[in-house]
C-alpha cells in the first residue's frame, strides 16, 4: 500500500510521520522532517491507536428527549435539528444568539471556514476558540511590542545557535520531547540554559541555572532582570535609539524593581538573578521563550510584555540566533489565531473592527462590509453568559473538549446545561460531547486533507492517509452542508477553502498569497508571511525592521501586579496546573491510548515532602484540593523538586479545571490558570479525578 508524508495530530511542533496503510491496522513511523529530524514523543508514536478505536463516535448522535439519552441518527436528522435550533434561537433573541466555540487543533482552511460560516451562514458575532486559553496573552504583548504575533519569529533550529536561552514557564523536554534535540545540540557546543520554573522540570533538570519562583511573579522577575541590566550597563543603547520607542518609561518604571526586592517577590536568589543577566548579555546570541507558565495568568499579557522589554532592551530582537519568541502549543495553534475564529478577528490576522480589513474581506466574501458583524466577546466571557439574556442559546463547539479544559468548570458546565441547544463535532464522546443535544463524528487527522501551521509559523500539508469510516464526515463537509441548508453554498474541498483563504489573507499580516499545497509539497513548508508565489517566504523576521507605523519596536511600561487570587488563612497554598507527556490536553484522546495510560492512569499532584508531612500525607495518598470555586481529588506525588507553597495538577482529567479561577487577563482575555489559592486534606476513600 503507499505511503503518505504528514504530520502528527497533536502539538505545535507538528512532527513528520509517514503513515502506511497495512491490514489490520496503519504502519506509522517517524519521518525526518526538517523540525523533527525523525524524532516523536510517546504521543505521537501512539497516535494512529485512535483511528480504528472502538470508542470512535460512526454516527451522529441525537438525543431526542431533554434528559434522555443520546442515540444514533442520521446525518439528515441531526442536521436537521440542528438547522431547526439555530432558526427557532436566532428568530427569537438575534442572530447574536446563535454561537460557535473552535480549537487551535483544527487545519486552517476548517478556522478559516468556520469563521466565515459564523459570521456569513450565521451572521453572528459570537465566536471564540480555546486559543484563548492559550496563546492569547503572548500574542497581545507580541502585537504590541512588535506589529506581528507569529509565536517563533526564526526556525526552530536556530535555537542550537544561541549562546544563551532563557525559558520562562515552559517544559519542552515533557509538551515537545523532540524539540529538545535543538537545546541538547545547543549544550554541547557549550550553551547555557535557564529555566525558570516553580517545578524543577525535566527541563530544568538539565539547564544551567534553574529559577524557582512563586507562580505570578515572572513580571517582577523581568523587570529585575531589566533593573539589572540598565544598572549594570548592559543595555543595547545603539540598538534602542535606532530600532526603539519608549525605553524611557521602561526604565523609569524598572528602577524600583532593585534586586532584594525582585528576591523577596520571586523568591528568586539574588545571585541568579545577576548570572541570568550576565548570561544574556554576555554570552549570546541570546533567546528568551515564554511559554503557558508565564502567560496563563491574569496579567500574563504584561508578563510577556515585560520579557519583550528585556529582549528589545539587550538588542536581541532580528539580530540571528537571538530574540524573543513565545511556544505555540496546540497543533494548529499558530494557523488557528490568524484566520478569524478569534471574536475579533478576520482572516489573515485583520481585525474586525478595521474598516479597510472589513472591505477586504467583504469583498473575497462577495458581501456588504456592513452585513459583517462587529467583534464578539471572549472564550471564557462567552461561556459565562451561556443561556442568559444576551448570551448564546445555541451553541457549536468544534476541537475542544471544554467541560474538562476551561477553567471554574462547575460554572462551565452550569451553563452547557442552560443552553436552548448545544452541538459538539468530535471523534469520540468527550465530557463535552456527554451534554450534547446533537454529536457529530468528525474524521481524523489522517482522514482529511488541510494545512496546518506549526510553532514556527511554517505551513504544511496534512495528508490523507485513508478514508474516514463510511458515516464520518469531516469539519469541511459539514459546514458547507449546515451552510447550505441556511441558504448559502460553501465549498467543502480543502483546496478551493485554502485559495479562498489566501485571497481573503493577502495584503493582511498573516499573509498566504503565495503559499500553495504544491510549493508546501516541494519546500518542507513555507512561512507566512508569503505575499505572492515568487516570494520565498519569511523564516526569520524583524532583521531590518518591525511591522510597526514607524518601523521600530515599541517598549511597553509594565508593572507587578499579584495574582487575581492570593493564598490566605482559608486556601494556603498556591495551585498551578499544566501538562505530563503522556497525556494531551483534556485527555478524550490520550486517555484513550493504552500505552499512554498505562503509563500515566490518573492525575498525580506534585507535592513538595514538607508540604505533605504537615498534613500527613504519603507518596500514593489520594488527596483532595479544594478552592473557592470546587474540589478535586488526585493521587499524590511528593517531589522536592517544587516549592513547598505550591501544588501542580495536570489538567489532562475532570478535576484540576474545578478548581481553577476565570479571573482574565484585562488585555488578552486569558483565565488565570496558572495561578489560584487552594486548601489540601488527605482523602480517605475513592479514587483519583
Ligand atoms: N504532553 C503534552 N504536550 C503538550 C500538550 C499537552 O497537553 N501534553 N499541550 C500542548 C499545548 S496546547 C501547549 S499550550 C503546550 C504548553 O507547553 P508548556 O507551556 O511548556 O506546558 P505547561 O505544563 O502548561 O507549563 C509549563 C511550565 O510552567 C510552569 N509554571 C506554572 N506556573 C508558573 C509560573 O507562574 N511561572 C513560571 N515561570 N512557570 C510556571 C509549570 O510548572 C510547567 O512546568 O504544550 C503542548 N504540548
Ligand atoms: N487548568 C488548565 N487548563 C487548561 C490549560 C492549563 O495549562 N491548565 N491549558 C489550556 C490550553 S493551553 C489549551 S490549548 C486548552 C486545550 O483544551 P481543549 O480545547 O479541550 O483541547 P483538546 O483536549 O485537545 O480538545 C480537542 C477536542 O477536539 C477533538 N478533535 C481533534 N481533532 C478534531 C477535529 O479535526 N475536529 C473536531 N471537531 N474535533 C477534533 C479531540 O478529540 C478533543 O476532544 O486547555 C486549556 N486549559
Ligand atoms: S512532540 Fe508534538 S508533534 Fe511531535 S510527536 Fe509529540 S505530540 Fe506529536
Ligand atoms: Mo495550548
Given amino acids: ?191 547555557r540554559h ?33 533593573h539589572i541590566a540598565v544598572r549594570e550597563g548592559y543595555v543595547d543603547d545603539d540598538y534602542v535609539a535606532a530600532r526603539t520607542t519608549g525605553f524611557e518609561a521602561v526604565r523609569q518604571a524598572t528602577n524600583s524593581y532593585w534586586p532584594e526586592r525582585v528576591e523577596r517577590m520571586t523568591g528568586v536568589a539574588e545571585s541568579k538573578l545577576r548570572e541570568t543577566v550576565r548570561l544574556l548579555a554576555t554570552n549570546g546570541p541570546a533567546m528568551i521563550l515564554t511559554a503557558r507558565g508565564a502567560e496563563q495568568h491574569s496579567n500574563g499579557t ?145 482522514e482529511e486533507e488541510g494545512t496546518m501551521t506549526n510553532l514556527e509559523g511554517r505551513v504544511i500539508r496534512r495528508k490523507r492517509a485513508l478514508p474516514p469510516p463510511p458515516d464520518v464526515r469531516n469539519d469541511l463537509e459539514m459546514l458547507a452542508e449546515l451552510s447550505g441548508r441556511l441558504g448559502r453554498a460553501e465549498s467543502s474541498d480543502p483546496r478551493t477553502v485554502f485559495d479562498e483563504l489566501r485571497r481573503a489573507s493577502a495584503g493582511g499580516i498573516a499573509d498566504y498569497a503565495g503559499i500553495t499545497y504544491e510549493r508546501i509539497e516541494r519546500e518542507d513548508g513555507v512561512f507566512w508571511p508569503c505575499p505572492s508565489e515568487d516570494h520565498p517566504g ?38 498551578t496546573t499544566g501538562r505530563n507527556m503522556q497525556q494531551y490536553q483534556s485527555g478524550n484522546q490520550t486517555r484513550r491510548v493504552k500505552a499512554l495510560t498505562v503509563a500515566l492512569p490518573e492525575p498525580r499532584a506534585e507535592i513538595h515532602p514538607d508540604l505533605a508531612r504537615r498534613h500527613g500525607i504519603a507518596d500514593g495518598d489520594l488527596v483532595e484540593l479544594r478552592s473557592r470555586r470546587g474540589a478535586a481529588v488526585l493521587r499524590a506525588r511528593l517531589s522536592d523538586g517544587i516549592r513547598p507553597d505550591t501544588v501542580f495538577a495536570p489538567f489532562h482529567w475532570p478535576g484540576a479545571n474545578a478548581l481553577t479561577s476565570p479571573a482574565l487577563d484585562p488585555h488578552s482575555r486569558m483565565p488565570a490558570f496558572k495561578a489560584c489559592a487552594v486548601a489540601i486534606a488527605k482523602h480517605e476513600r475513592g479514587s483519583a479525578q
Wanted: hydrophobic share 40%; proline share 8%; glycine share 10%.
Fill in 302 to 446: 504584561d508578563t510577556a510584555q515585560a520579557y519583550l522589554n528585556l529582549a528589545l532592551a539587550l538588542g536581541l530582537v532580528g539580530r540571528p540566533f537571538s530574540g524573543y519568541g513565545t511556544i505555540t502549543g496546540q497543533g494548529n495553534g499558530q494557523g488557528g489565531r490568524e484566520h478569524g475564529q478569534k471574536a475579533d478577528q478576520l482572516p489573515g490576522y485583520r481585525k474586525l473592527d478595521d474598516p479597510a480589513a472589513r472591505a477586504h474581506v467583504a469583498a473575497v466574501w462577495g458581501i456588504d462590509p456592513d452585513e459583517l458583524p462587529k467583534p464578539g466577546v471572549s472564550a471564557y466571557e462567552m461561556l459565562d453568559r451561556l443561556g442568559t439574556d444576551g448570551g448564546v442559546r445555541v451553541l457549536m463547539v468544534l476541537a475542544s473538549n471544554i467541560a474538562v479544559s476551561a477553567p471554574n468548570t462547575n460554572r462551565v458546565l452550569d451553563r452547557l446545561k442552560a443552553l436552548d441547544f448545544l452541538v459538539v463535532s468530535d471523534i469520540f464522546r468527550s465530557e463535552t460531547a456527554e451534554l450534547a443535544d446533537v454529536v457529530l463524528p468528525t474524521a481524523q487527522w489522517a
Fill in 538 to 575: 519569511t523564516p526569520r523576521l524583524f532583521a531590518d525592521g518591525f511591522p510597526t507605523p514607524d518601523g521600530r519596536a515599541r517598549f511597553v511600561r509594565v508593572e507587578h501586579r499579584d495574582p487575581a487570587e492570593m493564598p490566605d488563612k482559608h486556601f494556603p497554598y498556591v495551585l
Fill in 1 to 191: 500500500m503507499t505511503a503518505t508524508d504528514t504530520h502528527c495530530p497533536y502539538c505545535a511542533l507538528q512532527c513528520g510521520m509517514t503513515l502506511t496503510p497495512e491490514i489490520p491496522r496503519v504502519r506509522l513511523e517517524p519521518r525526518d522532517f526538517p523540525v523533527n529530524k525523525g524524532g516523536l514523543c510517546a504521543k505521537g508514536f501512539t497516535a494512529a491507536d485512535l483511528l480504528d478505536h472502538r470508542d470512535r463516535l460512526l454516527t451522529p448522535l441525537v438525543r431526542k428527549d431533554p434528559g434522555g439519552p443520546l442515540r444514533e441518527a442520521t446525518w439528515d436528522e441531526a442536521l436537521t435539528r440542528i438547522t431547526e435550533a439555530i432558526r427557532a434561537a436566532q428568530e427569537r433573541y438575534g442572530p447574536d444568539a446563535v454561537g460557535a466555540f473552535g480549537g487551535g487543533g483544527l487545519t486552517n482552511e476548517k478556522a478559516y471556514a468556520l469563521g466565515k460560516f459564523v459570521r456569513v451562514s450565521l451572521r453572528s458575532a459570537s465566536i471564540d476558540y480555546n486559543g484563548r486559553f492559550c496563546m492569547s496573552s503572548a500574542a497581545t504583548a507580541a502585537n504590541r511590542a512588535l506589529g506581528i504575533d507569529r509565536g517563533l519569529p526564526f526556525p526552530l533550529e536556530d535555537v542550537a545557535k544561541a549562546g544563551t536561552v532563557l525559558l520562562v514557564g515552559a517544559n519542552p523536554a515533557d509538551a515537545m520531547p523532540p524539540s529538545m534535540q535543538y537545546l541538547d545540540a545547543g549544550r554541547e557546543n557549550g550553551a
Fill in 194 to 226: 535557564i529555566v525558570v520554573d516553580p517545578r524543577r522540570t525535566n527541563t530544568a533538570a538539565g539547564a544551567h541555572l534553574h529559577l524557582q519562583p512563586l507562580p505570578g511573579t515572572d513580571l517582577a522577575l523581568a523587570n529585575g532582570l531589566l
